[in-house]
Structures are given as C-alpha cells and as structure tokens.
C-alpha cells in the first residue's frame, strides 16, 4: 500500500514540475525549458507505468521494457535540449 502511494506522488511531482515548466516556457519562450517540460512528461509517464507494473499488474504484464524507453526517450530530449538549444 505504501509502495503505491510512493509511485503515485513520485508520478505527481513529475507532473507538477513539467507543469511548472511548461509554464515558465511561455513566458520567457526559452526553448531549454520547453525540452526539460517535455522531459519531466516523459518521467512522469514512465514512473505511471512503474505504479502500473508493480502495484496493479504486478505479475500479469510485464512493462520493464516499456518502463525504461520511456525514460530513456524522456532523458534523451533533455540532452537535445542541452546540447542544441542550451545557447
């Protein structure tokens, strides 16, 4: 039950900082914070699916691999975002 909770408040808090700075994107429409938003999605999406794996289909499905390209897409645009667009 606790575990659970972990994931879902991991998940919001993701959520809540790709918010916050697609917010701040457009205001300022620096493109750094548009690729760590899309990033932070792409974590808060990844970590959904670890509450999904774990805690609701815990031995049904499998979604480790779905799990890690998920966050390895999301890691990705923020590298991009960090190399191409960081000036």
């Known amino acids: 039950m606790m575990a659970g909770a972990v994931y879902i408040v991991g998940t919001l808090v993701?959520?809540?900082?790709?918010?916050?700075?697609?917010?701040?994107?457009?205001?300022?429409?620096?493109?750094?914070?548009?690729?760590?938003?899309?990033?932070?999605?792409?974590?808060?999406?990844?970590?959904?699916l670890v509450f999904v794996d774990i805690i609701v289909f815990p031995t049904?499905?499998?979604?480790?691999p779905l799990r890690l390209a998920?966050?390895?897409?999301?890691?990705?645009?923020l590298l991009y975002g960090l190399i191409w667009e960081g000036e």
């Open 70 to 77: 998920t966050a390895a897409v999301a890691m990705l645009l």
């Open 14 to 48: 993701a959520l809540a900082c790709a918010v916050l700075l697609l917010r701040g994107y457009t205001k300022g429409k620096h493109k750094l914070l548009l690729w760590s938003s899309l990033c932070f999605f792409g974590l808060a999406i990844s970590n959904f």
């Open 60 to 64: 049904e499905i499998d979604l480790y």
